[in-house]
């Protein structure tokens, strides 16, 4: 961390691509650093989630250069590292394990670790809701033994009326992230156990990931749309594409009904 931490504080303060350029071999040290520790957590994440044993370190790194798609802001570097560990990799569209090494001051939210899947799309969404319904004080329970807490962060503003959970869900149905999070100092990666220990908390939280992989699996067996999510978001022609064959389909069956 006493290559990564400063030059992650330098990319915050100079977002610019010609100080990038004048230190990206500082940034190529970083990122292997950074890769070295992913290829640790791959091993002891491995040990009790047999899924992630098969990633390989493209399969959960991301560049410093901000993809300019997602809009998160106008920035053109990220100001953290980070290391994900889903299902048949970082677009695979399943649930799992991240965390970020972002140093205050942060425009990303600063450093911690997050369990679930990142802005599903609205259908799929649907899908947990549902689940929060029949199944809240079991969501609730999961959730709490994690030790983690609901990602918050955008929430929607109203919700449909068609949903009656206890009181004690209600925040869930607002989430447009099925995700929970801990936030972190940075001390937290300056020990020499920060792997084991990032470890063991995913550990702890084997259990809300496998249930979300259980929704989303259903999901895809049910719904004709894509498994949709904040990294790779499903292209609003597709969407749309997707919709009109389904309402094409329900006026088919329509007329075939009336002409019988």
């Given at each position: 961390m006493d290559v990564i931490l400063p030059f992650l504080r330098a990319v915050h303060h100079n977002d610019s691509k010609e100080w990038y350029l004048a230190h990206r071999y500082e940034y190529l040290e970083?990122?292997?650093?950074?890769?070295?520790?992913?290829?640790?957590?791959?091993?002891?994440?491995g040990e009790f989630d047999e899924d992630i044993a098969k990633l390989e370190v493209s399969d959960c790194s991301f560049a410093l250069v901000r993809d300019r798609k997602l809009k998160i802001d106008d920035r053109l570097f990220n100001d953290f590292l980070s290391g994900c560990f889903y299902r048949d990799g970082k677009y695979g569209g399943w649930a799992g394990?991240?965390?970020?090494?972002?140093?205050?001051?942060?425009?990303?939210?600063?450093?911690?670790?997050?369990?679930?899947i990142y802005q599903p799309n609205k259908e799929l969404m649907d899908y947990f809701r549902r689940e929060f319904i029949d199944n809240g004080?079991?969501?609730?329970?999961?959730?709490?033994?994690?030790?983690?807490?609901?990602?918050?962060?955008?929430?929607?503003?109203?919700?449909?009326?068609?949903?009656?959970?206890?009181?004690?869900?209600?925040?869930?149905?607002?989430?447009?992230?099925?995700?929970?999070?801990?936030?972190?100092?940075?001390?937290?990666?300056?020990?020499?156990?920060?792997?084991?220990?990032?470890?063991?908390?995913?550990?702890?939280?084997?259990?809300?990931?496998?249930?979300?992989?259980s929704i989303i699996a259903r999901y895809r067996e049910e719904s004709p749309f894509p498994v949709g999510h904040g990294l790779r978001p499903i292209p609003r022609h597709i969407h749309d594409q997707i919709l009109r064959s389904i309402r094409e389909k329900e006026q088919t069956l329509s007329v075939s009904g009336l002409k019988e």
């Open positions: 970083a990122f292997r650093r950074n890769a070295s520790s992913i290829e640790k957590l791959i091993d002891l994440i394990y991240y965390y970020q090494i972002s140093p205050l001051p942060s425009s990303s939210g600063g450093s911690f670790l997050t369990v679930g004080d079991y969501v609730h329970k999961l959730v709490k033994e994690t030790g983690f807490k609901p990602y918050l962060r955008d929430q929607l503003r109203r919700m449909h009326p068609g949903y009656r959970p206890k009181r004690e869900h209600l925040d869930y149905l607002y989430l447009r992230s099925m995700m929970l999070i801990k936030p972190l100092d940075e001390v937290w990666f300056l020990r020499d156990d920060w792997h084991e220990r990032t470890a063991e908390e995913f550990r702890r939280c084997k259990p809300f990931v496998d249930y979300v992989n």
